[in-house]
C-alpha cells in the first residue's frame, strides 16, 4: 500500500508555472507506475501526465503537451509536475496516483488503471 500526498498548487497568472510535487510513502514507490489527473468544478477527472516505474516513458494529455513535463525521484518517493505557460482552463484540483501491477516500461492513462490517489492540490489560474 502507499499513501501520496501532492503539494505545490496555488494561485498564479496566465503565464506562469508552478510545480506539483507528490510524496509517496513506504518502500516500494519505484514498483508503481505514476499518473496525474485534474478535475475542474462541474468536469469530469481527466488525465494529464503518466510516467512509468523506471521514469523512461512519460506521455501527456493533448491539452498540456509542450507545457508540461513530468518526472520522478524513486530514491525520494516523488514525483512531478512542472507546468509552464499556464492558462485559465488549467484551473482545477491535480491528483497524484498510482498504478500497481504494471511493467516497468509501461504507463496507464485510464482512471481505472490506478489503485491509490492523493488528495489533491488546487491549481488556479487567473487571466
Known amino acids: 500500500q502507499v499513501q501520496l500526498v501532492e503539494s505545490g498548487g496555488g494561485l498564479v497568472q496566465a503565464g506562469g508555472s508552478l510545480r506539483l510535487s507528490c510524496a509517496a510513502s513506504?518502500?516500494?514507490?519505484?514498483?508503481?507506475?505514476m499518473g496525474w489527473f485534474r478535475q475542474a468544478p462541474g468536469k469530469e477527472r481527466e488525465f494529464v501526465a503518466a510516467?512509468?516505474?523506471?521514469?523512461?516513458?512519460?506521455t501527456y494529455a493533448e491539452a498540456v503537451k509542450g507545457r508540461c513535463a513530468s518526472s520522478r525521484d524513486n530514491a525520494k518517493n516523488a514525483v512531478y509536475l512542472q507546468m509552464n505557460s499556464l492558462k485559465p482552463e488549467d484551473t482545477a484540483v491535480y491528483y497524484c496516483?498510482?498504478?500497481?501491477?504494471?511493467?516497468?516500461?509501461?504507463?496507464?492513462?485510464?482512471?481505472?488503471?490506478?489503485?491509490?490517489w492523493g488528495q489533491g492540490t488546487q491549481v488556479t489560474v487567473s487571466s
Open positions: 496516483a498510482a498504478a500497481s501491477a504494471l511493467g516497468i516500461h509501461n504507463i496507464a492513462v485510464v482512471s481505472t488503471s490506478y489503485n491509490y
Open positions: 510516467i512509468s516505474r523506471s521514469g523512461i516513458i512519460i
Open positions: 513506504g518502500r516500494t514507490f519505484s514498483t508503481y507506475a
